[in-house]
């Protein structure tokens, strides 16, 4: 008699599913064990055989029997052994159909040999259409961990169940089912990495076999999976019963039959499903260059809201076939608060279009890819496009240093050319730009179509909240006054419901956390959070990215900082212009500090060291005030580009951001730069 055999007991003409069953202990070595596994003892019925084809006429149904003595009696390498063999047997017998549906059916011990079987056929690359084709698998008391009582091991419910079938079985067999490895955590584990693909069924007893009472109870028989995945149904039987049926018409056979006929043919329709996406993708016979190419790197966002307002500008004055009649070359920009970008990205963004556009002689390592993609985007042969530039916040990346602005030693100055070169223009395409700053979007677009991202509205906020705390009740008052302190600002919305979320909290209880000290609601905001459809690369904590635009800022215009560091200790509310002119700037770092105090008069006014001026001092001064007003222009029209600052209600009047106004006083105390701005501001 052969130790192992995969046996048809069902064999259709043309089959659409493959069952295959295996059986469990085997300690006596007997052929029919594998047969009487699934036979009633009262009526011989094999209901395998002799009941499922009349519920799935076109399943062909497998038995596979092995030698599970050996498997058990010695050592884990008989499991793999015997996995193996299955593993072989079963590819023989599907090399004319290897994407046939799977579904495994297995009673006790036998579905360790499956689970094995399943996870090393993964890592095999002969047997991987196994798995790939294995839809579900249906467990009769398979034992996937130890008991309810935590005593009772996985090695201790295998000699529970040699004990059920050998009346006086040999205790040295019995030790080594109780300390053999194969009843290790290290197969559990790695099977459930592997479940995301198998709809899964754990039928588990709830008779005692005679006098051993549960040996599989529901503990150990179920994988403990979500319910969505795995069926869990009890049977009226014990570990031997379970799944032997003496008619077609028991209520348990039925369920049985269901659950298997469903499983299967939703196995059959998914392999239809996939069949119809692969021959969509086959029918277009056209090369990849020619073929429509979708290149985003961000995930979708399931909570986005739409800007209505914005959608209509740009479709209006963005996408519409005018453009290319007329032989305009469209562009536009959308700014404000945002994130970040730089060189390298830029220039990875046009490696992988050359890629997936397959431009010719992109893979020559001395080309200049970059220009490459321009020359191929601006061929009309290659259709229109739309490209997107993200994240587009430093203007000297894109234009270079201007004449007269701050320099400073920096990786911009080894950049060969200058990235504005390298858009694409044609009548064919469209550029549109992101930045957090307006003089970039202003400069990529030639001024033509600069649309500003403000605050979302009351309608807009609730809308996006209510999505992205799901069930979770409030008003919509509630998220209007929690939208106000935020001052409708999208990335803190979205950052105050992560938090309200992740900590269980209500709206309301969120809220009396921003009605805090300053010190509270910066530390909210710099909670950092995941955000679908964002950069990896950028941090999402809104007090985190703001501070990269400080950075920034101080870096690229550092006159335009110190306006800023000074504004912050005002009142943010109708700051008037004539408290920003000729504003003495402190001296900071290793210079000698000065007190606030120092220079004041009784009335404030500022004089000079020598408290004096010659009369060319006086015969320049209209000069330099007329200067000093254009230098303040300048450094105003930064802040207000970055978005941080608006224009007030009064004449030459602005309003900085409450949130930016606690973020930007944060910095500075970091920098040490907070008492010195603080007195400069009592000065005026």
């Not at 070595?29 to 036979?39: D, F």
């Not at 119809?276 to 790197?297: H, L």
Request: aromatic share 8%; charged share 25%.
């Amino acid at each position: 008699m052969a130790d192992d055999f995969l046996h048809v007991l069902v064999g259709p003409v043309d089959p659409n599913v493959d069952i295959v069953a295996v059986h469990g202990l085997n300690p006596v070595n007997t052929e029919s064990h594998a047969y009487l596994t699934w036979t009633s003892s009262s009526n011989g019925k094999l209901w395998l055989k002799d009941f499922l084809p009349e519920r799935l006429p076109r399943a062909r149904v497998m038995l596979y029997g092995y030698n599970s003595n050996v498997v058990l009696g010695s050592s884990t390498a008989g499991v793999w052994d015997f996995a193996d063999i299955l593993l072989e047997r079963l590819y023989q017998k599907r090399k004319k159909a290897p994407n046939r549906p799977i579904i495994f059916i297995c009673h006790s011990l036998g579905g360790i040999v499956v689970k094995e079987a399943l996870v090393a056929a993964k890592r095999n690359r002969t047997y991987k259409s196994i798995p790939e084709a294995t839809y579900a698998i249906v467990f009769f008391a398979t034992p996937h961990q130890g008991g309810a009582d935590s005593k009772v091991t996985l090695g201790n419910i295998a000699a529970s169940v040699a004990r059920g079938i050998l009346r006086n079985p040999d205790n040295t067999f019995m030790e080594a089912l109780k300390k053999n490895s194969l009843f290790g955590e290290s197969l559990i584990r790695t099977f459930r990495s592997e479940l995301e693909s198998f709809q899964i069924c754990s039928f588990f007893e709830t008779l005692p076999t005679k006098k051993l009472g549960l040996i599989v109870d529901k503990k150990s028989a179920t994988l403990g999976l979500d319910t969505s995945r795995e069926k869990i149904i009890q049977m009226q039987a014990d570990h031997s019963s379970i799944c032997k049926f003496d008619s077609v018409d028991g209520s348990d056979f039925e369920l049985v039959r269901d659950i298997i006929g469903e499983f299967a043919e939703d196995a059959v329709n998914a392999l239809a499903e996939r069949a119809r996406v692969e021959a969509s993708k086959t029918s277009v016979s056209v090369s990849m260059a020619d073929a429509p190419a979708f290149i985003v790197p961000y995930s979708n966002n399931p909570d986005f809201v739409g800007r209505e307002d914005i959608f209509e500008k740009l479709q209006k004055d963005l996408f519409n076939d005018m453009s290319e009649a007329s032989g305009f070359h469209t562009r536009a920009a959308l700014y404000g608060l945002g994130g970040v970008g730089d060189a390298s990205r830029f220039r990875q963004g046009f490696a992988q279009i050359a890629t997936t556009c397959k431009i010719p002689g992109a893979e020559d390592p001395k080309s200049d890819v970059s220009m490459l993609v321009k020359t191929w985007l601006e061929r009309p042969t290659h259709g229109r496009w739309l490209m997107i530039i993200d994240n587009a916040d430093d203007n000297e990346m894109f234009f270079g240093p201007n004449e007269g602005r701050h320099q400073h030693a920096s990786s911009k100055e080894s950049i060969t050319a200058k990235l504005a070169s390298y858009l694409p223009v044609c009548s064919h395409g469209t550029v549109l730009t992101t930045t957090r700053f307006k003089h970039v979007g202003v400069n990529l677009t030639i001024g033509r179509l600069v649309i500003g991202v403000t605050e979302m509205n009351k309608a807009e906020a609730t809308a996006m909240m209510r999505k992205r705390l799901g069930e979770q009740y409030c008003t919509d008052d509630d998220l209007n006054t929690l939208s106000e302190h935020l001052e409708g600002l999208p990335l803190a919305l979205a950052q105050a419901a992560s938090y309200i979320q992740k900590n269980t909290i209500t709206v309301n209880e969120y809220i009396e956390r921003l009605q805090g000290s300053d010190k509270k609601t910066v530390a909210l905001l710099s909670e950092p959070f995941e955000d679908a459809g964002r950069d990896s690369g950028v941090p999402n904590a809104v007090a985190e990215s703001w501070i990269l635009t400080f950075r920034q800022i101080k870096r690229s215009y550092p006159e335009a900082a110190d306006l800023l560091s000074l504004m912050t200790f005002f009142d943010r509310q109708e700051i008037p212009q004539s408290l920003l002119v000729q504003t003495p700037k402190p001296k900071i770092g290793s210079e000698t500090q000065r007190d606030p105090d120092d220079g004041l008069e009784a009335n404030g006014d500022i004089v000079s060291e020598g408290n004096c001026a010659s009369q060319d001092d006086m015969t320049s001064e209209d000069s330099s005030d007329s200067e000093a007003e254009h230098e303040l222009e300048n450094q105003l029209g930064v802040l207000k580009a970055y978005s941080l600052i608006t224009a007030g209600k009064g004449d030459q009047t602005f309003d900085l951001h409450r949130l930016i106004q606690m973020v930007m006083r944060k910095w500075l105390r970091l920098q040490h730069e907070s008492d010195i701005w603080a007195g400069t501001a009592l000065s005026q």
